[in-house]
């Protein structure tokens, strides 16, 4: 907190290191909520400047997909699933990552993002346009209209070489084939 004097945090959820983080911020501008959910898990999201996670232990990464779909600019330790939400390619564009266990490397985003009220827009919009692409619609219409479309064209194809194969032996009948019989 020396580092980002400026800055208030917040710890939304519960989990065991919850009496050690709080005798660690006592007096310092934190604030612990416990468990919410819903609209209040919602507000809270969306009430941050810039949501930054530690975990290096998030397999499917629900409270990043939460953030971004917040709007929140997200900051996440690049370990476990959350790369394959923020992929190279879109790092500092949909969110950022950081080194496992890099206290500079996070701090430098966080300050980045912290010192830039456009940046910190722009990614938290883009992030937001990214989790939108993956909803239940979205998902639906990609089944509907290219893996389905895909499905067709492979049985169509499969058929197709059925028939071929059928139609050789019909074209080339094999003739019965002829027994000699000796006296």
Known sequence: ??????????????????????EMFIGMPVVFTGMLHGEELS????????????????????????AMSSGVPIIAARAGGIPDI??????????FLFTPGDINDCLSKVKLLLNSPELRLNVGQTGRAEVEK????AATKKVRNEQYNAAIWFWQKKRFQLLRQRLWWLRYPRRAPQVRHTS
Do not use: C, N
Not at 15 to 20: I, Q, V
Not at 43 to 62: H, K
Not at 134 to 137: K, Y
């Open 1 to 22: 907190m020396d580092r980002l004097p400026e800055v208030r945090l917040a710890f939304i959820g519960d989990g065991p290191y919850r009496k050690e983080l709080e």
């Open 86 to 95: 923020v992929p190279p390619e879109q790092e500092g564009k949909i969110g």
């Open 43 to 66: 507000r809270a999201y969306a009430s941050g400047d810039v949501f930054v996670t530690p975990s290096e232990s998030e397999t499917l990464g629900f409270v990043v997909l939460e």
């Open 134 to 137: 993956h909803d239940w619609r």
